[in-house]
Structures are given as C-alpha cells and as structure tokens.
C-alpha cells in the first residue's frame, strides 16, 4: 500500500530523519504534500495516538542568516523560533521539536488532512466570491498579526495555507520568516509568481508592502482559478485583468492590494474594512467534498484505519471502503 514505509534506500534515509528523542515519542506514516522538496510527514504520536504533521528539516539547508541564537546558547532556524513564539487560530500551531545532528524535527498539529490551496485550488478551478472571501480573511487576519508582532513570512502563496473540510485556513511554512527590522531586505527569497514588481525589478524592500501583494496574487488564484500574470514581464508591465463574473468589490480590492505604486497600494487594514472580504457568507452553502469532489479520506496504518479529517484518530474496521486523497501533480518552484 502507498502508506507503507518499505524500500531499503528510503528507510535508511528515514532512519536518518528521525533519529534521537524524536522516536521515543513519533513514527512516521507517510509523506504529505507531493512536492520534492517535502520532508514533511504524518505522523503518529506514541504518546497519545494521535496524528500530528512533522517537518524534517536539514541542518546544512538552512541559510546562513536564518539562524538565531536563544538566550540560553541555543541556535535555532527562524523556521522554529518564530513559529514557537506565535499563536493564532489561523496560523499552524507547534507542538514540539527536536533534533539530531542532521535535523530539526519539527512537530505540528495536523490540519485538515494535508490539503493546502495549491491543491484545492486545481480541484476547485477557483472558488465562488463569498466562498473566497471567507477563506482569505482568515489568511489576512493571520498576517496581519504576525506583522503587529514584526514577523514577515515572506512566503506567502496558494501552497502554503492548508484548508480544512470546513474552510478553516491556517499558514504553514516560516521557512522564509523573518524578523522585520529597519534595514531594508534585498534578497527576495519566496515564488515569482507572487513578487510585486518592485521587488522584481531589485529594489530593497520593506516586507509588509510586498506580502499584501503576494495575498492579492493568492485571493486572485482562489476566485479565478489561475494566475493574474504568467510570467516575470507580464508581472512588471501588465495591468491587472479580471473575468467579466468578477465583482466591483473583489476587483476594487485587488487593484488595491495589487498596486503598481507602492505608495498607493492597500495596508493589510485597508483590505480587512473592505467590503468584499465583510460580505455574509452562508458557509452551509457549500459543501467542502462536494467542491473538492472527494471521499472522506483515510490512512492506513498498523491494520487499522484512521479518518484524517477528524479532530482525534478515529480507528475504523478495515472492511471499510475508502478512498485515498489524490495526489495532485505538484509543484510550483520554490
Ligand atoms: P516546504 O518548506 O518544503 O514548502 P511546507 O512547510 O510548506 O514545506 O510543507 C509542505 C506541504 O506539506 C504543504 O504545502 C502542505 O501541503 C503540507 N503540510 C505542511 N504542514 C502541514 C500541516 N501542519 N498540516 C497539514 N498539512 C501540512
Ligand atoms: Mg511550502
Ligand atoms: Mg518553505
């Protein structure tokens, strides 16, 4: 089965991931997200039995300037102090971490069963306007806190928000997290499809300004189902278009959001008092396996099988029938 860990050369690898205090306390499931890149995991938490998402993350992969030193000695990558000093209903929660002499392992709460946007939004092809607003409120809300708290994400984009089955949305990946100070960045260090035209064109920025731009990209994708611009000249030169179905509301809000002048372009207040993200929305509306056209999804392991969109495990008996999420042909560069 897909949700077996077998193959030699990949446990051995696995072995590496997870050696130390980490076993004592996890077993891996299997891996989520589809991405290369992904050394992230469900798993399986002996102590309590439930299922919580690790992210394997490699010493030697971490940027120079993404390290900081705790006030006990300890060096820690942002990924980690950052996520580990938050709290947020719309931002992923941190459970625990820990860590060999190759990796950090940083342990998550499960949320939802792995779906993030990239995901929905090829199974959805663009969500109704309401639908829309709903879940991108959620996303600014978290933003805007971590900018009240001077955190920049720095990567913010359709794949790293996960949804649940009732629309619930948190923020995932601190890996290009930052603290901002008043030095201006320039290194841009998340997705082109998502980068202002400013920062584009090489001038240092300040953070927030290219994050509320990077939103616009990513409510545009989730109401329309494809990408404002397709390519670096279109993002530089281009005027934003919308469908003719494309509300007044939603257009006056991403033209704000997605200003070519940085002077002019909305703050993370103005887009949260616009009217189309305070519009009524019948949730009830709309059903989230209906939208996604999926079965309930399961994981097997150690003969039983575990719902993934509960809360707890939920153990069912194995005659069961049931269906796996699809793996989506992922995914963007990073
Ligand atoms: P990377 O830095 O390699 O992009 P991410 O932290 O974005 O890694 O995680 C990769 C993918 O794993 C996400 O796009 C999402 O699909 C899934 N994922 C990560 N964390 C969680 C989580 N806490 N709950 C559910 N799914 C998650
Ligand atoms: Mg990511
Ligand atoms: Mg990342």
């Given at each position: 089965?897909?949700?077996?860990?077998?193959?030699?050369?990949?446990?051995?690898?696995?072995?590496?991931?997870?050696?130390?205090?980490?076993?004592?306390?996890?077993?891996?499931?299997?891996?989520?997200?589809?991405?290369?890149?992904?050394?992230?995991?469900?798993?399986?938490?002996?102590?309590?039995?439930?299922?919580v998402?690790?992210?394997?993350?490699?010493?030697?992969?971490?940027?120079?300037?993404?390290?900081?030193?705790?006030?006990?000695?300890?060096?820690?990558?942002?990924?980690?102090?950052?996520?580990?000093?938050?709290?947020?209903?719309?931002?992923?929660?941190m459970i625990d971490?820990?860590?060999?002499?190759?990796?950090?392992?940083?342990v998550m709460?499960?949320?939802?069963?792995?779906?993030?946007?990239?995901?929905?939004?090829?199974?959805?092809?663009?969500?109704?306007?309401?639908?829309?607003?709903?879940?991108?409120?959620?996303?600014?809300?978290?933003?805007?806190?971590?900018?009240?708290?001077?955190?920049?994400?720095?990567?913010?984009?359709?794949?790293?928000?996960?949804?649940?089955?009732?629309?619930?949305?948190?923020?995932?990946?601190?890996?290009?997290?930052?603290?901002?100070?008043?030095?201006?960045?320039?290194?841009?260090?998340?997705?082109?499809?998502?980068?202002?035209?400013?920062?584009?064109?090489?001038?240092?920025?300040?953070?927030?300004?290219?994050?509320?731009?990077?939103?616009?990209?990513?409510?545009?994708?989730?109401?329309?189902?494809?990408?404002?611009?397709?390519?670096?000249?279109?993002?530089?030169?281009?005027?934003?278009?919308?469908?003719?179905?494309?509300?007044?509301?939603?257009?006056?809000?991403?033209?704000?959001?997605?200003?070519?002048?940085?002077?002019?372009?909305?703050?993370?207040?103005?887009?949260?008092?616009?009217?189309?993200?305070?519009?009524?929305?019948?949730?009830?509306?709309?059903?989230?396996?209906?939208?996604?056209?999926?079965?309930?999804?399961?994981?097997?392991?150690?003969?039983?099988?575990?719902?993934?969109?509960?809360?707890?495990?939920?153990?069912?008996?194995?005659?069961?029938?049931?269906?796996?999420?699809?793996?989506?042909?992922?995914?963007?560069?990073?």
């Amino acid at each position: 089965s897909e949700c077996q860990l077998e193959s030699k050369e990949s446990s051995i690898y696995k072995e590496d991931m997870c050696t130390g205090d980490y076993l004592k306390n996890y077993q891996l499931v299997k891996q989520i997200g589809s991405g290369g890149f992904g050394c992230v995991y469900l798993a399986y938490g002996l102590m309590d039995s439930k299922l919580v998402v690790t992210k394997f993350i490699q010493k030697s992969k971490v940027y120079n300037d993404s390290w900081i030193s705790t006030d006990d000695g300890h060096r820690l990558p942002n990924e980690i102090y950052i996520l580990n000093r938050i709290q947020h209903d719309h931002i992923v929660n941190m459970i625990d971490f820990y860590e060999n002499d190759i990796y950090f392992q940083l342990v998550m709460e499960k949320h939802g069963f792995g779906m993030d946007l990239f995901e929905f939004i090829e199974k959805t092809n663009g969500v109704p306007e309401p639908l829309g607003a709903y879940i991108s409120k959620q996303l600014i809300e978290a933003v805007d806190y971590l900018h009240s708290h001077g955190i920049l994400h720095r990567d913010i984009k359709d794949e790293n928000v996960v949804l649940d089955d009732r629309f619930h949305a948190k923020l995932i990946d601190f890996g290009s997290a930052t603290y901002l100070t008043d030095k201006p960045f320039k290194a841009f260090c998340g997705t082109f499809e998502y980068c202002s035209p400013e920062v584009l064109r090489g001038n240092p920025y300040r953070g927030p300004e290219l994050e509320i731009w990077a939103i616009g990209v990513t409510i545009y994708v989730l109401v329309f189902g494809r990408n404002p611009f397709s390519g670096i000249e279109e993002i530089l030169k281009n005027t934003l278009e919308f469908s003719d179905s494309a509300s007044a509301d939603l257009q006056y809000l991403l033209s704000g959001m997605m200003n070519r002048s940085v002077e002019d372009r909305f703050s993370l207040r103005d887009a949260l008092r616009s009217k189309w993200l305070n519009q009524t929305v019948f949730l009830d509306n709309y059903d989230f396996y209906d939208i996604c056209d999926l079965e309930r999804s399961c994981v097997e392991f150690q003969n039983s099988r575990y719902i993934l969109d509960e809360g707890p495990v939920i153990s069912l008996a194995t005659s069961t029938p049931y269906r796996k999420a699809s793996d989506p042909a992922k995914k963007s560069l990073d």
